[in-house]
């Protein structure tokens, strides 16, 4: 069976928190890199509410994330954007 073209096609991800996208990561890349379509992504928040849970991302960036108002926020929009790029 071919798989089916998604020449000149959009396709409009939403998503409600970044990272989600990682559930479809293998879908969106498929469709944007080998399929010929388009990817678009909308994530709903900006995750700046997951303070409480980023204790592994303070170590990884070496950054205070854990506490409201931190820069949070930028981490997880650049994080988004790299993803993005990735998935094409």
Same mark, same amino acid.
């Given at each position: 069976?071919?798989?089916?073209?998604?020449?000149?096609?959009?396709?409009? *991800?939403?998503?409600?928190?970044?990272?989600? &996208?990682?559930?479809?990561?293998?879908?969106?890349?498929?469709?944007?890199?080998?399929l010929?379509?388009?990817?678009?992504?909308?994530?709903?928040?900006?995750? *700046?509410? /997951?303070?409480?849970?980023?204790?592994? *991302?303070?170590?990884?960036? /070496?950054?205070?994330?854990?506490?409201? /108002?931190?820069?949070?926020?930028?981490?997880r929009? *650049? &994080?988004?954007?790299?993803? /993005?790029q990735?998935?094409?």
């Open positions: 069976m071919q798989a089916p073209r998604f020449d000149g096609q959009v396709v409009l *991800a939403v998503f409600a928190h970044p990272d989600d &996208e990682y559930h479809f990561a293998v879908t969106l890349y498929r469709i944007s890199r080998e010929g379509g388009t990817v678009d992504q909308v994530v709903i928040t900006d995750g *700046a509410g /997951g303070h409480r849970y980023s204790h592994l *991302a303070e170590v990884l960036y /070496g950054l205070p994330l854990q506490e409201p /108002g931190s820069n949070l926020r930028d981490v929009r *650049a &994080e988004t954007a790299v993803s /993005g990735v998935l094409g």
